[in-house]
């Protein structure tokens, strides 16, 4: 069996430059139009990207999205971007914690509040793990990196396909609802490259999960991760289920509506216009992995930063151009949807 370690390596080195992105499925962005307002009345400087979530005040609605961790890479990886957000008033999302519950010296990889003492943190364990501790066992995890809130992931997709991956996925709904109720912090219950159904979301609303990250379809393909790495007939299933998924915007769209506090809108996002157009369908925010850990690792923290700017930019000239100052404006958006998304509207919702 492959070492935990190991793995998270694999991943790094995978998501930096593999092959690792859907081939065909979008994340169906290109299909939402936003309205052109020629005359919005606004000053550029006048746009106000901010946003409160979790009581604490973000300059944009970034989520620099979660990652890494359990690895020696991971612990710059992890402490670089952190302090970016930091910097720049965005929220940060650790990876999967389960390496430091399984050895806690792996800790250190997770630990950023040194370099980012007030980002919005969010820390992350996968629902089947979670499934098998205490409450306090998971609120230690939490409170070992100083989360803000803690992100539950579910991957049936991912594991299926891996070969040391987890097969029992009972039990999940309950969990959720037990540390919804029992944890100290807000829980957000989180994909990991396939999307969330309406369905889901309904039952998830009635669990008491009151926030979602749709991570959706379009982007990284968490199969592809782990077909790359599949052996034999594990890599044939991962070649089936490559495209497997609910694209992002079909996401978002789906579970808008369903009165979650928060909506995360990850996987694929390109831009500061997809970010945009996530808000005009119902999102809170934006999340953002494989394209800022690209800039970081082929350019260091400049080019990271400039990556980031730019989105944070695209998303402020969206707003004055459909006439809206701030980002509440951004979500009464006018908008035409085309093509797959309002079939995926039509036919799932």
Known sequence: MTDISQRKADHLDLATSGDVGFKRTTTLFECVRLVHDALPELDFAEIDTSIELFGKRLRAPILIAAMTGGHERAERINRELASIAEERGYAFGLGSQRAMHKDPKKGRSYQVRREAPGVLLFGNVGVVQAAKMTTAEVEGLAGAVGADALCVHLNPAMELVQAEGDRDFRSGLDTLGRLASELSIPVIAKETGC????????????????????????????????????????????????????????????????????????????????????IALGA????????????????????????????????????????????????????????????????VR
């Open 195 to 278: 999307g969330i159904s309406s369905d889901v979301a309904e039952r998830l609303r009635k669990a008491g999960i009151e926030h979602v990250d749709v991570s959706g379809a379009g982007g990284t393909s968490w199969v592809a991760v782990e077909t790359q790495r599949a052996p034999g007939e594990r890599r044939g299933l991962g070649e089936t289920f490559w495209e497997w998924g609910i694209p992002t915007a079909a996401s978002v769209a789906l579970v808008s509506g369903q009165g979650f506090s928060s909506i995360f809108a990850t996987g694929g996002i390109s831009s500061g216009l997809d970010i945009a157009k996530a």
């Open 284 to 347: 809170s925010a934006g999340g953002i992995a494989r394209a800022v850990l690209q800039a970081l690792e082929g350019g260091g923290r400049a080019a990271a930063v400039a990556h980031l700017e730019r989105i944070e930019t695209e998303i402020r000239m969206a707003m004055l151009l459909v006439g809206a100052r701030d980002l509440a404006g951004l979500g009464r958006a006018r908008r035409i949807v085309t093509g797959e998304l309002a079939e995926w509207i039509r036919q």
